[in-house]
Protein backbone atom coordinates (compact mmCIF):
# COMPACT_ATOMS: atom_id res chain seq x y z
CA UNK A 1 0.00 0.00 0.00
CA UNK A 2 0.98 3.33 -0.67
CA UNK A 3 0.07 6.45 0.56
CA UNK A 4 -0.52 7.96 -2.70
CA UNK A 5 -3.38 5.87 -2.80
CA UNK A 6 -4.67 6.81 0.24
CA UNK A 7 -4.71 10.61 -0.93
CA UNK A 8 -6.49 10.18 -3.64
CA UNK A 9 -9.15 8.06 -1.73
CA UNK A 10 -9.04 10.97 0.43
CA UNK A 11 -9.50 13.73 -2.60
CA UNK A 12 -12.31 12.18 -4.27
CA UNK A 13 -14.18 11.19 -0.92
CA UNK A 14 -14.32 14.84 -0.45
CA UNK A 15 -14.81 16.44 -3.87
CA UNK A 16 -17.12 13.46 -4.57
CA UNK A 17 -15.64 13.22 -8.18
CA UNK A 18 -12.02 11.44 -9.50
CA UNK A 19 -11.85 14.81 -12.01
CA UNK A 20 -12.20 17.00 -8.73
CA UNK A 21 -9.50 15.15 -6.71
CA UNK A 22 -7.26 15.25 -9.79
CA UNK A 23 -7.65 18.59 -10.17
CA UNK A 24 -6.71 18.81 -6.26
CA UNK A 25 -3.68 16.49 -6.26
CA UNK A 26 -2.08 18.11 -9.52
CA UNK A 27 -2.58 14.99 -12.01
CA UNK A 28 -4.65 13.05 -14.18
CA UNK A 29 -8.15 11.27 -14.19
CA UNK A 30 -6.50 8.62 -14.75
CA UNK A 31 -4.14 8.68 -12.19
CA UNK A 32 -6.47 9.25 -9.53
CA UNK A 33 -8.68 5.83 -11.12
CA UNK A 34 -5.58 3.72 -11.47
CA UNK A 35 -4.51 4.71 -7.55
CA UNK A 36 -7.82 4.18 -6.10
CA UNK A 37 -8.35 0.68 -7.96
CA UNK A 38 -5.21 -0.35 -6.47
CA UNK A 39 -6.32 0.92 -3.21
CA UNK A 40 -9.53 -1.53 -3.95
CA UNK A 41 -7.58 -4.51 -5.03
CA UNK A 42 -5.66 -4.45 -1.73
CA UNK A 43 -8.48 -3.95 0.46
CA UNK A 44 -10.59 -6.25 -1.59
CA UNK A 45 -13.29 -4.11 -1.48
CA UNK A 46 -14.60 -1.45 -3.94
CA UNK A 47 -14.91 1.99 -1.58
CA UNK A 48 -16.66 4.25 -4.41
CA UNK A 49 -20.07 3.55 -6.08
CA UNK A 50 -19.17 5.33 -9.59
CA UNK A 51 -21.82 7.38 -11.51
CA UNK A 52 -21.65 8.97 -14.72
CA UNK A 53 -19.72 12.13 -13.25
CA UNK A 54 -20.20 11.80 -9.75
CA UNK A 55 -18.99 8.91 -6.83
CA UNK A 56 -19.91 7.97 -3.61
CA UNK A 57 -18.31 6.20 -0.56
CA UNK A 58 -20.02 2.44 -0.50
CA UNK A 59 -20.15 1.55 3.39
CA UNK A 60 -17.05 0.04 3.39
CA UNK A 61 -15.56 3.31 1.31
CA UNK A 62 -17.54 4.93 4.54
CA UNK A 63 -15.88 3.39 7.19
CA UNK A 64 -11.98 3.46 5.56
CA UNK A 65 -12.64 7.31 5.54
CA UNK A 66 -11.47 8.16 8.87
CA UNK A 67 -8.90 5.40 9.25
CA UNK A 68 -7.54 6.72 6.52
CA UNK A 69 -7.38 10.07 7.58
CA UNK A 70 -5.72 8.64 10.49
CA UNK A 71 -3.34 6.97 8.83
CA UNK A 72 -2.28 10.17 7.39
CA UNK A 73 -1.79 11.30 10.53
CA UNK A 74 0.34 8.79 11.71
CA UNK A 75 2.84 9.19 8.77
CA UNK A 76 3.25 13.04 9.55
CA UNK A 77 4.33 12.54 13.09
CA UNK A 78 6.44 9.75 12.01
CA UNK A 79 8.40 12.51 9.71
CA UNK A 80 8.39 14.88 12.42
CA UNK A 81 10.15 11.72 14.89
CA UNK A 82 12.55 11.09 11.96
CA UNK A 83 13.63 14.74 11.81
CA UNK A 84 15.48 15.80 15.10
CA UNK A 85 14.73 19.47 14.06
CA UNK A 86 10.81 18.76 12.81
CA UNK A 87 8.89 18.57 10.25
CA UNK A 88 6.28 21.20 9.21
CA UNK A 89 3.16 19.89 6.14
CA UNK A 90 1.61 22.89 4.70
CA UNK A 91 -1.40 23.92 2.43
CA UNK A 92 -0.96 26.98 0.03
CA UNK A 93 -2.99 28.22 -2.63
CA UNK A 94 -1.93 28.39 -6.54
CA UNK A 95 -1.94 31.91 -6.70
CA UNK A 96 -0.15 32.34 -3.71
CA UNK A 97 2.96 33.83 -5.32
CA UNK A 98 1.56 37.14 -5.85
CA UNK A 99 0.98 37.52 -2.21
CA UNK A 100 5.01 36.69 -1.72
CA UNK A 101 4.35 33.23 0.37
CA UNK A 102 6.88 31.00 -1.96
CA UNK A 103 9.69 33.68 -0.58
CA UNK A 104 8.70 33.67 2.90
CA UNK A 105 8.66 29.80 2.59
CA UNK A 106 12.01 30.23 1.46
CA UNK A 107 13.34 32.53 4.53
CA UNK A 108 12.09 30.30 6.71
CA UNK A 109 13.55 27.19 5.25
CA UNK A 110 17.23 29.32 5.12
CA UNK A 111 16.81 30.56 8.62
CA UNK A 112 16.06 26.99 9.83
CA UNK A 113 17.20 24.41 7.51
CA UNK A 114 17.60 21.51 10.39
CA UNK A 115 13.01 22.14 10.15
CA UNK A 116 11.69 19.81 7.25
CA UNK A 117 8.96 22.05 4.83
CA UNK A 118 6.36 20.14 3.20
CA UNK A 119 4.30 21.69 1.21
CA UNK A 120 1.40 20.89 -1.44
CA UNK A 121 -0.94 23.36 -3.12
CA UNK A 122 -4.84 22.55 -2.92
CA UNK A 123 -7.55 24.89 -4.03
CA UNK A 124 -9.34 27.35 -1.73
CA UNK A 125 -12.57 24.97 -0.97
CA UNK A 126 -10.11 22.14 0.12
CA UNK A 127 -8.67 23.59 2.99
CA UNK A 128 -11.31 23.77 5.87
CA UNK A 129 -11.16 20.00 5.62
CA UNK A 130 -7.50 19.78 5.26
CA UNK A 131 -7.39 21.69 8.57
CA UNK A 132 -10.22 20.14 10.62
CA UNK A 133 -8.77 16.90 9.87
CA UNK A 134 -5.26 17.34 10.71
CA UNK A 135 -4.07 16.72 7.40
CA UNK A 136 -1.45 19.66 7.39
CA UNK A 137 -0.05 21.45 10.15
CA UNK A 138 -1.51 24.48 8.15
CA UNK A 139 -2.63 26.62 5.71
CA UNK A 140 -2.88 29.67 3.90
CA UNK A 141 -6.12 30.42 2.33
CA UNK A 142 -8.77 33.13 1.37
CA UNK A 143 -12.01 33.94 3.56
CA UNK A 144 -14.57 36.51 3.83
CA UNK A 145 -13.58 39.43 6.47
CA UNK A 146 -16.90 38.37 8.56
CA UNK A 147 -16.24 34.41 8.30
CA UNK A 148 -12.69 34.48 9.52
CA UNK A 149 -12.05 32.33 12.44
CA UNK A 150 -10.80 32.54 15.21
CA UNK A 151 -6.63 32.22 15.44
CA UNK A 152 -5.88 32.86 12.32
CA UNK A 153 -3.50 35.73 10.88
CA UNK A 154 -4.38 37.88 8.41
CA UNK A 155 -1.62 38.70 5.97
CA UNK A 156 -3.52 40.57 3.05
CA UNK A 157 -6.97 42.35 2.69
CA UNK A 158 -7.61 41.93 -0.45
CA UNK A 159 -10.88 42.79 -2.48
CA UNK A 160 -12.21 42.08 -6.21
CA UNK A 161 -11.36 44.06 -9.10
CA UNK A 162 -11.51 43.88 -13.11
CA UNK A 163 -9.21 43.27 -15.98
CA UNK A 164 -9.67 45.16 -19.06
CA UNK A 165 -8.17 45.17 -22.38
CA UNK A 166 -6.68 48.88 -22.95
CA UNK A 167 -8.48 48.93 -25.39
CA UNK A 168 -11.77 48.73 -23.73
CA UNK A 169 -13.08 52.79 -23.47
CA UNK A 170 -14.34 53.31 -19.68
CA UNK A 171 -14.77 56.13 -16.85
CA UNK A 172 -12.10 56.90 -15.05
CA UNK A 173 -11.73 56.10 -10.72
CA UNK A 174 -13.82 53.55 -9.21
CA UNK A 175 -16.38 52.67 -12.02
CA UNK A 176 -19.83 50.88 -11.03
CA UNK A 177 -19.73 47.05 -12.44
CA UNK A 178 -23.02 47.58 -14.30
CA UNK A 179 -20.94 49.54 -16.71
CA UNK A 180 -19.54 46.08 -18.36
CA UNK A 181 -22.71 44.11 -17.79
CA UNK A 182 -22.66 44.00 -21.89
CA UNK A 183 -18.90 42.34 -21.66
CA UNK A 184 -18.13 38.74 -22.01
CA UNK A 185 -16.29 37.91 -18.15
CA UNK A 186 -13.96 35.31 -17.83
CA UNK A 187 -13.70 34.23 -13.81
CA UNK A 188 -12.07 32.10 -11.69
CA UNK A 189 -13.84 28.76 -11.10
CA UNK A 190 -15.70 27.55 -7.81
CA UNK A 191 -12.48 25.79 -5.83
CA UNK A 192 -10.74 29.19 -6.20
CA UNK A 193 -13.66 30.66 -3.67
CA UNK A 194 -14.14 33.12 -5.91
CA UNK A 195 -16.75 32.67 -8.26
CA UNK A 196 -19.31 32.49 -5.99
CA UNK A 197 -18.39 36.12 -4.19
CA UNK A 198 -17.75 37.16 -8.32
CA UNK A 199 -21.36 36.12 -9.40
CA UNK A 200 -23.13 37.82 -5.92
CA UNK A 201 -21.11 41.23 -7.08
CA UNK A 202 -22.28 41.10 -10.23
CA UNK A 203 -25.87 40.30 -9.41
CA UNK A 204 -25.88 42.92 -6.26
CA UNK A 205 -24.72 45.66 -9.61
CA UNK A 206 -27.87 44.29 -11.01
CA UNK A 207 -27.12 41.80 -13.77
CA UNK A 208 -26.07 38.27 -14.16
CA UNK A 209 -22.41 37.89 -16.30
CA UNK A 210 -21.87 36.41 -19.69
CA UNK A 211 -19.54 33.56 -18.33
CA UNK A 212 -17.51 32.43 -21.16
CA UNK A 213 -14.67 30.88 -19.07
CA UNK A 214 -14.02 29.11 -15.64
CA UNK A 215 -10.74 28.00 -14.51
CA UNK A 216 -8.16 27.74 -12.09
CA UNK A 217 -4.93 29.86 -13.81
CA UNK A 218 -5.21 33.48 -13.38
CA UNK A 219 -2.25 33.07 -16.39
CA UNK A 220 -4.52 31.67 -18.30
CA UNK A 221 -7.37 34.85 -17.64
CA UNK A 222 -4.85 37.27 -18.34
CA UNK A 223 -3.74 35.83 -21.39
CA UNK A 224 -7.26 35.98 -22.26
CA UNK A 225 -8.38 39.03 -21.33
CA UNK A 226 -5.45 40.67 -23.51
CA UNK A 227 -6.79 38.99 -26.50
CA UNK A 228 -10.29 40.83 -26.51
CA UNK A 229 -11.96 37.47 -25.26
CA UNK A 230 -13.87 39.23 -22.50
CA UNK A 231 -12.97 41.21 -18.74
CA UNK A 232 -11.96 39.36 -15.60
CA UNK A 233 -12.55 39.80 -12.22
CA UNK A 234 -10.11 38.64 -9.83
CA UNK A 235 -9.02 39.28 -6.48
CA UNK A 236 -7.14 42.88 -6.57
CA UNK A 237 -3.34 41.03 -5.69
CA UNK A 238 -4.31 38.49 -8.44
CA UNK A 239 -4.76 41.36 -11.53
CA UNK A 240 -2.32 42.74 -10.38
CA UNK A 241 0.26 40.34 -10.89
CA UNK A 242 -0.93 39.90 -14.50
CA UNK A 243 -0.41 43.32 -15.40
CA UNK A 244 1.37 43.67 -18.64
CA UNK A 245 1.09 45.96 -22.15
CA UNK A 246 -2.51 45.52 -23.02
CA UNK A 247 -3.85 45.05 -20.05
CA UNK A 248 -5.28 47.49 -17.82
CA UNK A 249 -6.79 47.48 -13.60
CA UNK A 250 -10.49 49.18 -13.14
CA UNK A 251 -11.09 50.15 -9.94
CA UNK A 252 -14.98 48.95 -9.08
CA UNK A 253 -18.33 49.32 -7.41
CA UNK A 254 -19.95 47.69 -5.47
CA UNK A 255 -17.16 45.39 -4.36
CA UNK A 256 -16.37 42.38 -1.67
CA UNK A 257 -13.41 42.26 0.48
CA UNK A 258 -11.88 39.09 1.35
CA UNK A 259 -8.86 38.13 3.34
CA UNK A 260 -5.83 36.30 2.98
CA UNK A 261 -5.15 34.32 6.37
CA UNK A 262 -3.05 31.47 7.48
CA UNK A 263 -4.50 29.15 10.07
CA UNK A 264 -2.71 25.78 12.38
CA UNK A 265 -4.83 22.81 12.64
CA UNK A 266 -5.42 21.95 16.00
CA UNK A 267 -2.58 18.95 14.95
CA UNK A 268 0.43 22.05 14.12
CA UNK A 269 -0.13 23.73 17.18
CA UNK A 270 0.84 20.95 18.89
CA UNK A 271 3.82 20.79 16.45
CA UNK A 272 7.28 22.05 18.46
CA UNK A 273 7.99 23.53 14.75
CA UNK A 274 5.12 25.77 14.52
CA UNK A 275 6.01 28.32 17.21
CA UNK A 276 9.49 28.83 14.70
CA UNK A 277 6.81 29.57 11.41
CA UNK A 278 4.57 31.54 13.58
CA UNK A 279 7.62 33.77 14.54
CA UNK A 280 8.27 34.19 10.96
CA UNK A 281 4.70 35.25 9.78
CA UNK A 282 4.28 37.52 12.29
CA UNK A 283 7.32 39.63 10.97
CA UNK A 284 5.87 39.05 7.35
CA UNK A 285 2.14 39.81 8.33
CA UNK A 286 3.50 43.21 9.47
CA UNK A 287 5.25 43.85 6.56
CA UNK A 288 2.31 42.85 4.31
CA UNK A 289 0.19 45.35 6.27
CA UNK A 290 2.51 48.58 6.04
CA UNK A 291 2.75 46.97 2.00
CA UNK A 292 -1.24 46.76 1.33
Known sequence: MELEW????????DAGSFSAAAEALYVSQSVISKQIRKLETCLDTPLFQRA????????????AYPEAQALLRQWRCLEQAAHPGGALHLVL???AD??????LLGDFSALHPQIQLTVEERE??????????????????RTEEKQAPAGCLTLWRDELAL?????????????????????KFLLLDAPTGLLEASLSLCSEAGFSPQVR??????????????GGVGVALLARRVAESCLGP?????????????????SASGAGLRNPAMAQFQDCLALFAGSAERDG
Open 246 to 262: GLKLVEIQPNRRSLLVF
Open 6 to 13: IRAFLAAA
Open 52 to 63: HRRVELTAAGRR
Open 124 to 141: NTAVPALLKAGLCDGAFY
Open 213 to 226: YTGSSAGNIGRMVR
Open 93 to 95: LPV
Open 163 to 183: LAPDSLPCPDGRVHLSFFQDE
Open 98 to 103: CYGIPQ
